[in-house]
């Protein structure tokens, strides 16, 4: 998959899709949208009931889902500090909403794009779209990183995978996602 993004010169980037590639990308975002979920409550048609809505004030369980909303404060790996739970609660009840919103828009962005590419070809985003994309890249990048218990330290192992490991398929998404990640930062900062 050697598709990376190239600048457009004003701001935008540009990438050449082959059908598989649109469309293995189109189905993690798919997935991504079902794992972020409408967020607990569901979603609400009355505005004035989502603007006082309150998220959820625990971390989640699932290990994918607590690196997409972590906790604000404190460490997780450090011994339990009531105040640093507490603030984070709070911090996560008043903000997790908005930003599973902000993370559903942003996948949505990425399955609309691809969408209008059909089955492959050249993929042009304007300036504003390729924030969000960069974001919705992080986020699958995120959630394979935790699905594969990647760690900082523990990223170099991956690359000499036997082809019969189970783990193959993720990790080259996982390599392939960095790629496209480092490709769009560049091309933007053209």
Known sequence: MAGL???TGDGGAAIALDEVEASILRSLEVQ????IGPGPGGESDDPLAALFAEGPSEAPADPALARLFPDAYGDPAAPADTEAQAASAEFRRYTELDLRARKRDDALQVVRS????????VLKLPAPDCLRWLGALNDLRL?????????????QGLYGLPDG??????VMAYLWLGALQESLLEAIAD
């Open 114 to 121: 691809l969408d209008g590419l059909g089955g492959g070809g």
């Open 5 to 7: 993004f190239e600048s």
């Open 165 to 170: 490991d189970e783990r193959k398929p993720l």
């Open 143 to 155: 959630t394979l990183g935790a699905r594969l218990e990647i760690t900082e330290e523990g990223e």
């Open 32 to 35: 991504m949208l079902e794992l």
